[in-house]
């Protein structure tokens, strides 16, 4: 009997002894509520303001929800928690159509981008369609006995367990709250964003560094603030201003500091604090940047299979383990996971020349339509008669007669 039959009043307390015994400190250590553990408008703020982030994040979003699934078989072994669920069902709603007001394209960049901003993912079933549910308000209430008691959303609406599939990122602090990928680069984030107000303030001033009006005569506190009025009021760049100022009586400006805007090398410090934003998130650098580079494919490639498949298969595994069908994603459309035209044709032409499989079955696998008479396996022409028909080969039968 699995651990949900009991929260959904299909079994007893009969199997007590099973449960796991650390549970309840593991509630008084963590907590029985568990709110998002990120800092959502701060990372969504980061999200629509500073242009690395956006990319990056909109490229694993993108390309992540490009994926199709596979349904295969039954798991063996496997309960599943939404029982009765037919396969074809299964494969409508994660591939087509996960609910009537949907299209699967918008449904799972909803799920990817709660799974890199906040860090999880939830989402309900209604024993028809699937329903995304922000993960900033939402509460999961771990069990004293169990894993989860419920969930709740928006301090309102109350979920059973077997109601809602559940997906996190990697945590160390929690086992009920991934944590979102940004937050490992939040000193990075914080220093492109203080670098670009102070570049805003810097053009906003006129570009003029601050100045220090030296004068040979102590003034008094009056007539310095009607000075400073006067010349905020004649002359001010942020407006425009091109009124020149003459100063009398033994004034003189002396800058406040010699620094120049390309002195500064904020050039070379944004660049390297969004390389950390982009590691952060696994994205090559490689790929945001411009020009012909050799290393392109290898890079693509990388990002794929470190950085893609793995977010996608977090969540293939998540439903999963909900439907109970086998759930594989289906790669034989993304480029960057596919071998090169000439190896391809090599790989394939080897493997029907060398008689492992037909020529339609290569056919297949290139996308290419069935031939007619291109079913047999080919026999190489190196290898005797033995090899298409076992009666046949071998030593010849000696004559007799000594012919």
Not at 180 to 207: C, V, Y
Request: hydrophobic fraction near 35%; charged fraction near 25%; proline fraction near 6%.
């Amino acid at each position: 009997m699995a651990w949900w039959d009991k929260l959904i009043g299909r079994g007893t307390i009969d199997v007590e002894e099973k449960l796991n015994p650390a549970q309840p400190d593991i509630i008084d250590v963590y907590g029985a509520e568990q709110y998002s553990r990120s800092t959502p408008t701060l990372y969504t703020k980061y999200y629509e303001t500073i242009e690395v982030v956006n990319r990056g994040v909109n490229m694993i979003i993108d390309d992540a929800a490009e994926i199709p699934v596979s349904v295969g078989a039954p798991v063996q072994g496997l309960t599943p928690i939404a029982k009765g669920v037919r396969k074809s069902r299964v494969d409508l709603l994660l591939n087509k159509e996960p609910n009537p007001f949907q299209d699967i394209s918008s449904f799972k960049r909803n799920m990817v981008i709660d799974l890199l901003l906040d860090g999880n993912i939830f989402l309900f079933f209604d024993g028809s369609g699937l329903y995304h549910l922000p993960a900033t308000n939402m509460i999961v209430h771990g069990d004293d006995k169990t894993y989860i008691k419920e969930f709740e959303f928006n301090n309102s609406i109350k979920f059973k367990p077997n109601e809602i599939i559940f997906i996190k990122e990697n945590s160390f602090r929690s086992i009920y709250r991934g944590t979102s990928r940004l937050k490992a680069a939040s000193e990075s984030l914080n220093k492109l964003e203080s670098m670009s107000k102070f570049q805003d303030n810097f053009f906003k001033n006129g570009t003029i560094m601050g100045i220090v009006v030296t004068s040979p005569n102590t003034l008094s506190d009056r007539i310095k603030e009607r000075m400073i009025q006067s010349w905020m009021t004649k002359y001010n760049p942020t407006g425009g201003g091109r009124r020149p100022l003459i100063l009398d009586g033994g004034l003189d400006i002396k800058p406040l500091s010699n620094a120049k805007f390309n002195e500064l090398d904020f050039e070379s410090s944004i660049e390297a604090n969004e390389y950390k934003v982009l590691k952060s998130l696994g994205v090559p650098p490689i790929l945001l940047d411009s020009g012909n580079n050799a290393n392109i494919r290898p890079n693509h490639r990388l990002y794929y299979l470190e950085t893609v498949l793995p977010v996608v298969k977090k969540i293939n595994f998540a439903f999963e383990r909900f439907f109970g069908y086998t759930i594989t994603e289906d790669v034989t459309n993304v480029p960057a996971l596919q071998p090169e035209l000439s190896e391809q044709g090599q790989y394939f032409s080897s493997l029907v020349n060398t008689g492992v499989i037909s020529v339609n079955e290569a056919r297949e696998k290139l996308g290419y339509d069935p031939m007619e008479g291109s079913d047999d396996l080919r026999i190489p022409a190196n290898i005797t008669g033995s090899a298409g028909n076992p009666s046949e080969g071998g030593r010849p039968e000696e004559n007799p007669n000594g012919d």
